[in-house]
């Protein structure tokens, strides 16, 4: 289990794009998925997408078509970039590794499978 190292975040208005990056070089763990999950203050950790070692990917239906995910094989980095953002897409983001098989539920469950974490970043929609 190694150490992922996220980066990007910060504050933007509704309509506006971030990307995030997480860094999986410290991760020396065997794993099958790769993903990005948020949660707001007073709720729980949704899903918002996963990227399996195939390639394969998977998209919470709120950001579907507006969410793209991403990997680097060569740079062992994790993408999300964040499109036409809405102020309900505001919470704390955390970069995700684990050995899931299941993609949907990865997601659905908000971190099926995940167990290594990074440490979060912060995205905040607002006019």
């Known amino acids: 289990q190694g150490q992922l190292v996220q980066s990007g975040g910060g504050s933007v208005q509704p309509g506006g794009s971030l990307r995030l990056a997480c860094d999986a070089s410290g991760y020396t763990k065997a794993w099958k998925t790769m993903g990005w999950f948020r949660q707001a203050p007073g709720k729980g950790r949704e899903g918002v997408a996963v990227i399996n070692t195939d390639g394969n990917t998977h998209y919470a239906n709120s950001v579907r078509g507006r969410f793209t995910i991403s990997r680097d094989n060569a740079k062992n980095t994790v993408y999300l970039q964040m499109n036409s953002l809405k102020p309900e897409d505001s919470a704390m983001y955390y970069c995700?590794?684990?050995?899931?098989?299941?993609?949907?539920?990865?997601?659905?469950?908000?971190?099926?499978?995940?167990?290594?974490w990074g440490a979060g970043t912060l995205v905040t929609i607002s006019s």
């Open positions: 995700a590794a684990g050995r899931t098989l299941s993609l949907p539920r990865t997601v659905d469950a908000g971190g099926y499978g995940m167990d290594s």
